[in-house]
């Protein structure tokens, strides 16, 4: 089985800017790109506010557990259900998780298997 694995960056602002630039102008000409795809933060710090200790556990959570609703996630991890659904609506928000709705519920999903943090020097 191949492993799935989604890139999680840090990138300064005026780096992710200038590369978004440099990519816009080969497009112009006519050339090809090289899709690149990942989660870019700009600093060390807004990583640690996004991927905070208990969104990584609803994470490992729906990984391993595959809960079918919010509110099994919320069970399985010993949160309250509001709170679960912030973090899961967050996660969704910025592509770590996909929320499938079915039946009057939302089953939260994850596609991948590991996650590789890049950090540029």
Do not use: Q
Not at 65 to 94: C, F, G, M
């Amino acid at each position: 089985m191949k492993v799935k694995r989604i890139k999680i960056g840090i990138k300064e602002l005026k780096t992710a800017l200038d590369e978004f630039v440099k990519t816009g102008k080969a497009v112009e000409r006519g050339e090809k790109v090289k899709k690149e795809t990942g989660l870019y933060f700009t600093s060390f710090e807004a990583f640690r506010k996004a991927l905070t200790p208990k969104r990584l556990e609803l994470l490992h959570i729906i990984k391993t557990k595959k809960p079918s609703s919010i509110n099994e996630l919320a069970r399985l991890s010993k949160r309250d259900i509001k709170n679960v659904a912030d973090d899961v609506k967050y996660l969704d928000h910025i592509g770590l998780i996909e929320k499938r709705e079915s039946d009057k519920k939302t089953t939260p999903v994850i596609s991948y298997d590991k996650i590789a943090l890049e950090i540029a020097v």
